[in-house]
């Protein structure tokens, strides 16, 4: 489905995380987390550039990955994106919600 | 001579030896297998020995049995792996020199990765299920536990089986309604996921169970710490959830030989193509099942589907041939849901879980996505096609390796 954002026409799906990366910008993150209820800062942004660093990697996101960075304390994830820390990160970061079973 | 080394004589290393073994000249190839246990557990019973469903018999067999005549079998922990030497050493010392190394290691429960999880409670009022000795224990705890907060527990993903966890929940409203006194159970499933079922499909088809069977759920529940003095587990978000019986899938992590080795990630799974089995980095190394870190499931019947596969690679690797990008995710499972009753679900890496029939378009005699009892005749059978067919690599007639979309309603995962 489409939605306009930051004055942009982005596609997401119904859990309203993005379809194509590449839609995604600054502005468009901004206005993802006004919409969650979160006002990002200059930390939040240090950790949206790990969950990029992450996704063009390839690498699987996960709680325990964000412990064994060293960089990020998994309180302070909590703290920041209070309610889901994930699955909220990855819906500002504009990339796909982290992957489950069924 | 050249040699083959297969390092885990498990469901996935047990049959690839019997793949293999008659698949190699045997004046060429010389295929040895190591494990250092004695005992082939049928882990897929672990599930019903705490409920005496199972008895211990029933799940374990010798090792030995299982691997054909022409294979070398060595029972000996393995020390390291030396992908630049070729190289594997035991923990005697002796090396085993290597030209194609299949780590077939799998995956190990971790409970001392969660604070407080194996401390003096373990085995006492925390259990898993997911061990040989957890679900022999937990038998044991079932067969006089008077009642109280059942919490049902899993750690993170990913872990052996995703559902295993959420069968557990289903018999175990079974088993207490068949002790009447289900009325003194609160059953809690906890979950980090979003939910017991976390795709749309099943959510939409299979979310009754869990209304029906009045078993509650906590989601996104990401644990930090078992608070075993205070009978609760405790998340990062600090929601507590308070139990007397804590059932828990501790982190699943692969053999400790992998990080020793430095061929793992985070959870010492090798990175593996998930298409072709071969390993990342060498590519003489080549790795199957729960070792791996396929974004399948880390399930039998995976192992089982990627074993075909390996094996036409082997052949083709030392033909010198490119390999088949083949491997699909393909998964197929039997969910237990209680009171004699199963579904079954098929999928893979780009299909979610299907209705439809199963393994005939259109006929069955399995129906997927559905509750039936035929579908828990099938789980039944399948322990007899698990020790007699499966892993002695003997086909199972009508069940591709790849995933068939005949007589299903499929859908593209997203």
Request: one cysteine or more; a negative charge; aromatic letters at 10%.
């Amino acid at each position: 489905m489409k939605k306009v954002l930051a004055n942009k026409e982005i596609d997401v799906n119904e859990e309203g995380y993005l379809l194509d990366f590449t839609q995604w910008n600054k502005e468009v993150g901004n206005s993802l987390a006004e919409e969650c209820d979160i006002v990002l800062t200059p930390r939040h942004w240090e950790f949206i550039e790990y969950i990029h660093d992450k996704y063009n990697k390839e690498e699987p996101l996960s709680i325990r990955g964000i412990k064994k960075s060293g960089e990020f304390d998994v309180k302070e994830f909590y703290a920041l994106f209070p309610g889901g820390p994930l699955k909220k990160a990855t819906l500002i970061a504009g990339i796909p919600k982290p992957k489950s079973c069924i | 001579m050249k040699k083959l080394i297969i390092l885990g004589a498990g469901t996935s290393g047990t049959m690839m030896a019997n793949h293999l073994v008659s698949k190699l000249d045997k004046k060429d190839w010389n295929i040895t297998i190591v494990d250092q246990y004695e005992t082939h557990y049928y882990q897929p019973g672990f599930l019903f020995l705490p409920f005496d469903i199972y008895t211990t018999k029933q799940v374990k067999k010798k090792g030995k049995k299982f691997i054909p005549k022409g294979v070398n079998y060595v029972q000996e922990k393995i020390e390291l792996i030396l992908p630049a030497e070729n190289k594997v050493t035991l923990e005697s010392g002796k090396d085993l020199n290597y030209d194609i190394l299949i780590v077939a290691t799998g995956t190990k429960t971790a409970p001392d990765e969660t604070e407080g999880m194996d401390g003096p409670e373990w085995y006492k009022s925390i259990f898993d299920f997911y061990t040989y000795e957890g679900a022999k224990a937990l038998r044991d705890k079932l067969r006089k536990w008077e009642g109280g907060k059942l919490v049902i527990h899993i750690t993170e993903m990913p872990i052996k089986c995703p559902v295993a966890p959420l069968e557990f929940a289903f018999l175990a409203d079974s088993f207490f309604k068949h002790k009447g006194m289900r009325d003194k159970v609160d059953i809690t499933f906890v979950t980090p996921l979003d939910g017991a079922f976390t795709k749309p499909k099943a959510t939409a088809a299979l979310h009754y169970l869990l209304e029906e069977k009045n078993i509650k759920e906590v989601t996104n529940f990401n644990i930090e710490r078992v608070d075993y003095e205070n009978n609760k587990i405790i998340d990062y978000a600090d929601t507590e959830v308070e139990y007397d019986l804590l059932v828990t899938v501790p982190t699943n992590m692969g053999d400790a030989l992998i990080e020793r080795s430095g061929m793992g990630d985070d959870l010492n799974y090798i990175p593996t193509n998930k298409a072709t089995l071969q390993s990342i980095d060498n590519e003489n190394i080549f790795a199957i099942g729960d070792a791996t870190n396929l974004p399948a499931s880390k399930a039998g019947s995976v192992a089982h589907f990627e074993a075909e596969i390996l094996t036409d690679n082997i052949l083709r690797y030392i033909n010198g041939e490119p390999l088949k990008e083949e491997f699909d995710g393909h998964a197929n499972c039997f969910i237990e849901t209680g009171n004699g009753k199963a579904l079954l679900i098929d999928f893979n890496y780009t299909h979610e879980p299907v209705e439809g029939t199963f393994p005939f378009p259109g006929v069955g005699p399995l129906s997927l996505l559905k509750e039936s009892r035929t579908n828990h005749m099938g789980k039944m059978a399948f322990r007899w096609i698990y020790w007699n067919m499966l892993i002695k690599g003997i086909h199972i007639p009508f069940v591709s390796a790849t995933m068939t979309e005949k007589g299903k309603n499929y859908e593209e995962a997203k």
